[in-house]
């Protein structure tokens, strides 16, 4: 597990505090926020991961996705790119969101829905 100090590489930008598991992949101009947590195994693509939000151990962020403040990410989700994940929403284990697709702030996506 790393910690994050701010750092920027290739055009990533991970805030202060953030945390990324071992053997997660982060796109290179990804935006990982201040207490982001992306599980082991997850993959984030081209996407921004705002403040406290958690991506799950084996989730995928595709492109173009933003991952609001204080979202949850299920493992084994899938995001398709240009969603958008609206602050405090949360998405369950295995779920899937349809590119362009918008999840409205506070709302729950079940386990395994489509």
């Known amino acids: 597990m790393n910690k994050m100090s701010e750092i920027a590489i290739s055009g990533q930008k991970v805030e202060v505090n953030a ?29 921004k991961v705002y403040t406290g939000a958690v991506v799950g151990r084996g989730a995928v962020v595709a492109d173009d996705v933003s991952v609001g403040v204080y ?15 609206a602050e405090r929403a ?21 386990a395994g829905a489509v």
């Open 19 to 47: 945390t990324i598991e071992e053997g997660a992949v982060i796109g290179p101009r990804a935006y990982v926020g201040m207490d982001a947590f992306i599980g082991r195994g997850a993959d984030i693509g081209n996407s």
């Open 71 to 85: 979202v949850r990410i299920g493992a084994g989700a899938l995001i398709r790119a240009g969603a958008v994940i």
């Open 90 to 110: 949360v998405i369950e284990a295995g779920a899937r969101i349809e590119a362009g697709a918008m999840v409205e702030a506070g709302a729950t996506v079940g």
